[in-house]
T-cell receptor, first 112, second 114 residues
Framework: DAKTTQPNSMESNEEEPVHLPCNHS???????IHWYRQLPSQGPEYVIH???SNVNNRMASLAIAEDRKSSTLILHRATLRDAAVYYC?????????????FGSGTQLTVLP | DAGVIQSPRHEVTEMGQEVTLRCKPI?????LFWYRQTMMRGLELLIY????????DSGMPEDRFSAKMPNASFSTLKIQPSEPRDSAVYFC????????????FGEGSRLTVL
């Protein structure tokens, strides 16, 4: 799997937007960009994924650069509950399930 | 809907003892994954199954580790004999083949080997 690069940590104030960057300069045309997050003492949970176009769901938005070499996860209004480790992962979608390879992620701290 | 269910949530054992971790995937899911998480190494894939068949076990540390999936609703990860370096949180995850890849994780089993 192609490699992603994320900052080790970021801070945000509560109720403000958060932009979590991810670089993936070696992404291939078949790689989808996935984001997961892991709250303290819990298993990872899916946040969002996309291929080329920007994506929105109830949890977040995903902005993908035109050359697809970077992406940004956007939390529109951070809450204390959003404090977690956020993982950016590249994954090929195929008929058979393939594993997710997790990097070290970005530890997001939300300040009250 | 019930999520991925793992047991036990916490296990403390002594070095040399056998440890069995259990996982019940989400009904209808046909792929199951075992991950291990430590501070030093982060989240590592140990093994995954498609339709109850092990596909890739290259992440299994050594012969002391074994995993089985006797049917679509149950999997075990066994460590025999256990060692202190096996202390970690073990996660099970499942998904349905053909979906765009959303994995559903259990809450994990925290293993401490003394």
């Amino acid at each position: 799997d192609a490699k992603t690069t994320q900052p080790n940590s970021m801070e945000s104030n509560e109720e403000e937007p958060v932009h979590l960057p991810c670089n993936h300069s070696t992404i291939s045309g078949t790689d989808y960009i996935h984001w997961y997050r892991q709250l303290p003492s819990q298993g990872p949970e899916y946040v969002i994924h996309g291929l080329t176009s920007n994506v929105n769901n109830r949890m977040a938005s995903l902005a993908i650069a035109e050359d697809r070499k970077s992406s940004t996860l956007i939390l529109h209004r951070a809450t204390l509950r959003d404090a977690a480790v956020y993982y950016c992962i590249l994954r090929v979608h195929s008929g058979s399930a393939r594993q997710l390879t997790f990097g070290s992620g970005t530890q997001l701290t939300v300040l009250p | 809907d019930a999520g991925v269910i793992q047991s036990p949530r916490h296990e403390v054992t002594e070095m040399g003892q056998e440890v069995t971790l259990r996982c019940k995937p989400i009904s209808g899911h046909n792929s199951l994954f075992w991950y291990r998480q430590t501070m030093m190494r982060g989240l590592e894939l140990l093994i995954y199954f498609n339709n109850n068949v092990p596909i890739d076990d290259s992440g299994m540390p050594e012969d002391r580790f074994s995993a089985k999936m006797p049917n679509a609703s149950f999997s075990t990860l066994k460590i025999q004999p256990s060692e202190p370096r096996d202390s970690a949180v073990y996660f099970c995850a499942s998904t349905r083949t053909g979906r765009t890849g959303e994995l559903f994780f259990g809450e994990g089993s925290r293993l401490t080997v003394l």
